[in-house]
């Protein structure tokens, strides 16, 4: 398995833009494994959801509440995944959290707070 480690989340008003980082640390056979990524959020007193998710080769599903708002991506080094969230709501407060897919294991990182708020 990896450690992900999750950063960028914070407080910013509506209509505005954050972008969280998850970097997947570990072996290199580990991470070479991993054939997807997977973004998480869990509001409180909600069920955690999928908000969106990346496969190795690079294609991409979205919740249909971030569709045109977010973006996910790969870092150069294919051990980070980025999550762009533009346009954002109060109702994208949450805490965030990276999830790395593998055939045999996966793995979640702590998660990073997003407050959406005037």
């Known amino acids: 398995q990896v450690q992900l480690v999750e950063s960028g989340g914070g407080l910013v008003q509506p209509g505005g833009s954050l972008r969280l980082s998850c970097a997947a640390s570990?072996?290199?056979?580990?991470?070479?494994?991993?054939?997807?990524m997977e973004w998480y959020r869990q509001a409180p007193g909600k069920e955690r959801e999928l908000v969106a998710a990346?496969?190795?080769?690079?294609?991409?599903n979205y919740a249909d509440s971030v569709k045109g708002r977010f973006t996910i991506s790969w870092g150069n080094a294919k051990n980070t995944v980025y999550l762009q969230m533009n346009s954002l709501k109060l109702e994208d407060t949450a805490v965030y959290y990276c999830?790395?897919?593998?055939?045999?294991?996966?793995?979640w990182g702590q998660g990073t707070q997003v407050t959406v708020s005037s």
């Open positions: 999830k790395a897919n593998a055939p045999a294991w996966n793995s």
């Open positions: 570990g072996t290199i056979f580990t991470i070479f494994t991993i054939n997807a």
């Open positions: 990346i496969t190795s080769g690079g294609s991409t």
